[in-house]
């Protein structure tokens, strides 16, 4: 079945240091993959998406580029802010069999000033 | 803001009892989502509506029901509720065509 992996958090970081958030997926076919961010007594947002193999999403600073053969989803930024603390969900999307959503479980990201 | 009202924001009631929770979508969204958010589940979808007709559920509780209605908002009933329902009820709406969902700020539910 339609699954994604995230790494664990909390990850806890200086401000200006780089992030890496890792995500793999198992699907068929060719998934949209997505980066959404909640923040604190928020609800989610859409933070970037890839719909094709090779393809790079990016917003805000943030990157990830869509790895078919490793089957990856990765989410970079260069150099993390304060305000950059949040919950970080990696998900995708099937395109076949009920396009259905699947969530990651979430990595906590802490910016320490 | 992303479009989509929930409401009520917070919602404190006693084990046993029966709770409506409220959506509505984007303007012009025909896709309405369910989701439960608590500590130790994640993010949890419960089931999909798509122009007041129910697409996909996921791990929806026989104790819980929705439904979307003609002008599109959505409704999810939570009855008979216990300790362990108490979490984050959010929804979210997607565009036909799209494949992103748009969150709402979320329904606090806390069963006491």
């Known amino acids: 079945g339609n699954s994604v992996t995230q790494m664990e958090g909390p990850v806890t970081l200086s401000e200006e240091a780089f992030l890496t958030i890792n995500c793999t997926y198992t699907?068929?076919?060719?998934?949209?993959l997505f980066w959404y961010v909640q923040y604190p007594g928020e609800g989610l947002q859409l933070l970037l998406k890839a719909t094709k193999a090779d393809d790079k999403g990016s917003n805000k600073g943030f990157e990830a580029t869509y790895r078919k053969e490793t089957t990856s989803f990765h989410l970079e930024k260069g150099s993390v802010q304060v305000s950059d603390s949040a919950v970080y969900f990696c998900a995708l999307r099937p395109n076949t069999g009920g396009f259905k959503t699947i969530f990651g479980a979430g990595t906590r990201l802490f910016v320490k000033a | 803001d992303s479009g989509v009202t929930q409401t009520p924001k917070h919602l404190i009631t006693a084990t046993g009892q029966r709770v409506t929770l409220r959506c509505s979508p984007r303007s012009g969204d025909l896709s309405v989502y369910w989701y439960q958010q608590s500590l130790d589940q994640g993010l949890q979808f419960l089931i999909h509506y798509y122009n007041g007709e129910e697409r996909a559920k996921g791990n929806i509780l026989e104790r819980f029901s929705a439904q979307q209605f003609p002008d599109l908002h959505s409704e999810l009933n939570l009855s008979s509720l216990e300790l362990g329902d108490s979490a984050l009820y959010f929804c979210?709406?997607?565009?036909?065509?799209?494949?992103?969902?748009?969150f709402g700020p979320g329904t606090r539910l806390t069963v006491t």
């Open positions: 699907a068929t076919g060719y998934p949209s």
């Open positions: 979210a709406s997607s565009s036909r065509g799209l494949d992103e969902q748009y």
